[in-house]
């Protein structure tokens, strides 16, 4: 497998492909947003948690780990640690895992400067994209998150996305599928 990939793509391949243009788009994001973190009382990752809440209302936290796909264990971490701040309410269940969440007041507060924060950084993101190539970039983006979860969700079932073995046996390495993935936008 591994020669096949070195024979079809150069050295290094992996610097330009679309996985690492996401990382990369995804860190300048993060470097955009996180200075507003501290000013609101939050940490990485909590402001999609109330953003969530904001949203969906009053949730259990496997809804809000399925949602991102992140462990239930991380998401009880940040819950807690939200819920100390005043941010939510832990409503109990059966088991820590069961605990609905709800936003407080100071969550709402901390939501509705987050969004301010996040729209500024879309609008940086954004700039000199025309409405309709904003529209298509937004369908571009779902298709590709429709893909990943449609891949895990197979893993998750042991099949590997294209019929082989489950990991661990003859599954499909990332790098093949990333191959793949790259063959079709330089094209």
Partial sequence: ?????????PLGFSLTDFHMQVSMMFHLMRSCNHPYLPELGLGPGQPRILSYLAVHGTSPQRDIASYFSIDPAAVSRMLDTLGRAGFVRLVPGEDRRRRAVELTEKGVEAVSRWDKVCAMTDEVMLAGFSPDERAALARLLDRVQVNMRAHLSRADAGRAPDGAEPAGTQSQSEESTESESAEVRHV
């Fill in 1 to 9: 497998m591994e020669e096949q990939i070195s024979e079809s793509f």
